[in-house]
Every structure is written in structure tokens, then in C-alpha cells.
């Protein structure tokens, strides 16, 4: 697990550092920690083309800075599959940044047990983004991640996986079945015809959900408060 620490303030890195390093010793996991005491410093690291899982990061600088900040951030978010846990002195996060969909928003003073939750929250999503769906093409397995998947659509008796690549591969089965055999915190089934993967969801309102790339899905009367509930858990998952 690669981990990134950045703030200036030299004694909250070391603070910090420990505490992650106490939570992952708990949890048997291998940890490679690299700390950063200015954002510039960090965002150079990024450019170099190095990638981290998990990302503890100060965000103090003028909101006009913050859309040029959220576009050097976004190539380890979306290429590297980083996670990013904003740190500040503010009481606000501009939308930017909010875009990056961050683990959380902690505002300091902070303390060992929220650290402890937004780490517990981002190696779930982690492990969720790792796992594979399986099928076949001509009697011969491929796989794609679940994190590709926007959404699954059931049409004349066949089911459709839609991904992020704007791919669309043909699975055997049901909605339900797919469901239930994955188990995923993230794929959820919103509608009779649609499944969708959660972490893609950047609007609900009226019974109709938005993605991230503009895609409109129906939720079905008798799937609304599941689905509410869901999006709670995937929202606070690890508190």
C-alpha cells in the first residue's frame, strides 16, 4: 500500500505518520510511506508519473487555485486509482476539489480515530476497485474490474455491462444474480432493467439518478429507500 502525506506543518506529518503506520501494522498490511512538507513538492512527485493509493493531503490555498490544483490531482485519481483525504483549516471545500470525490474532509484539529475511519473507508473502496467480473467471449474468459462498470442494462432478455471506456460487454445471467453473486457495497440494482455502480453517482433527485458522464437512470419506486440507505453506507462506510 503506497501512502502520501502533505502539509507543511512538519509536526501533523509526523502525527500523522504514526498513525498511519499504527493502523496498518493492526491490519498485517505492508505500508510504503512518502511525506511531502509543500503541495508544489508533491504535485512534482505526481507529474513524474508516481502514483499512491491513499493520499492525506493539505488543501490551504486560495479557492481561485483550487480548479488547477483538482486537474494536476486528477490524473493519480483516475489513471493511478489513487484516494485523496483532504486536510484544512477551512471550513469548506470549493467544488473543484469536492469533484475528486475524496474519501472525506477533515478539518483540523484532527484526531487519531477520524484518520483511523477515512483509512478503514478508503482500503474498502480499494479492495471494491480491485475485484473482477467474469465472462466470455467465444469460450474464452476475460475479465473486466467492477470499478469499470458505470452501470449494467437488461435488454430483450440480455444483460449489458457499460463501462467507463464506453465498452459494452455481453454477460449471461440476471440483474439479480449478478448481484448477489458479487456482493459489491457498489453495484446496486435501482431499477427492474439497470444495476449501477454507485461510486459513479453524482446526482439523485425525482427518481432519477445521474453519472459522472452525464448518463440519466431511472430508480424504481420499490428500490428508493434501499437505495438511499445504500449510498448512506457508501457514503459513511467505515463509521
Known sequence: MKIAICDENKSLCKQLEGWVDWYFRKKNIPVE?????????????????????????????????????????????????????????????????????????????????????????????????????????????KTVLLKDICYLESLDGKICAHTLAGEKIALTGTLAGIEEKYDSHALFQCHRFFIVNLYYVCRYKNRALTLQDGTMLPVGKEYVTRFKNRLHELDYLGE
Open 33 to 141: 510511506l512518502d511525506t511531502f512538507f509543500s503541495l508544489e513538492q508533491f504535485l512534482q512527485c505526481l507529474a513524474e508519473k508516481n502514483y499512491f493509493d491513499i493520499i492525506l493531503l493539505d488543501i490551504e490555498s486560495p479557492q481561485e487555485k483550487e480548479r488547477d490544483i483538482a486537474e494536476e490531482l486528477r490524473s493519480c485519481v483516475e489513471v493511478g486509482g489513487g484516494l485523496i483525504d483532504f486536510i484544512s483549516g477551512r471550513q469548506e471545500l470549493g467544488m473543484p476539489l469536492f469533484d475528486l470525490q475524496p474519501i472525506n474532509f477533515r478539518i483540523k484539529p484532527l484526531k487519531q480515530e477520524q484518520i483511523e475511519l477515512d483509512l478503514n473507508k478508503a482500503c474498502y473502496i480499494l479492495r471494491e476497485k480491485r475485484r473482477e467480473l467474469s465472462y466470455f467471449v467465444n469460450d474464452v474468459k
